[in-house]
């Protein structure tokens, strides 16, 4: 089993920044990539970045809402991956939750508790 725990959510004004961090802990060796997923009140959960591990380790992926402004890198030697969050927007806020996967099917299988992200406008 694989834990995520989140952190550095909170209160920003719009156009403000905002650094997430998610520490993983258990069986991280199962972890393919790890990403940030998020959702606001009355809206689905939607996929925000990812970043691959392994051999594809570095490379990244963003929903097109969240490109050029978000950063999603990763430390291994922390077991840890950020979502650095720039140029924020009121329609950014919500509960944000570090994500892991197990294989390449881009479904996650692993999921932390979240973190709230309100952005003030």
């Known amino acids: 089993q694989v834990q995520l725990v989140e952190s550095g959510g909170g209160l920003v004004q719009a156009g403000g920044s905002l650094r997430l961090s998610c520490a993983a802990s258990?069986?991280?060796?199962?972890?393919?990539?790890m990403g940030w997923y998020r959702q606001a009140p009355g809206k689905q959960r939607e996929f925000v970045a990812r970043?691959?591990?392994?051999?594809?380790?570095?490379?990244?992926e963003y929903a097109g809402s969240v490109k050029g402004r978000f950063t999603i890198s990763r430390d291994n030697a922390k077991n840890s991956v950020y979502l650095q969050m720039n140029s924020l927007k009121p329609e950014d806020g919500g509960v944000y939750s570090c994500v892991g996967y197990s294989d390449y099917t881009g479904v996650p299988r692993h999921w932390g508790q979240g973190t709230q992200v309100t952005v003030s406008s």
């Open positions: 970043i691959l591990s392994g051999d594809s380790s570095g490379v990244t």
């Open positions: 258990g069986s991280i060796f199962s972890i393919t990539a």
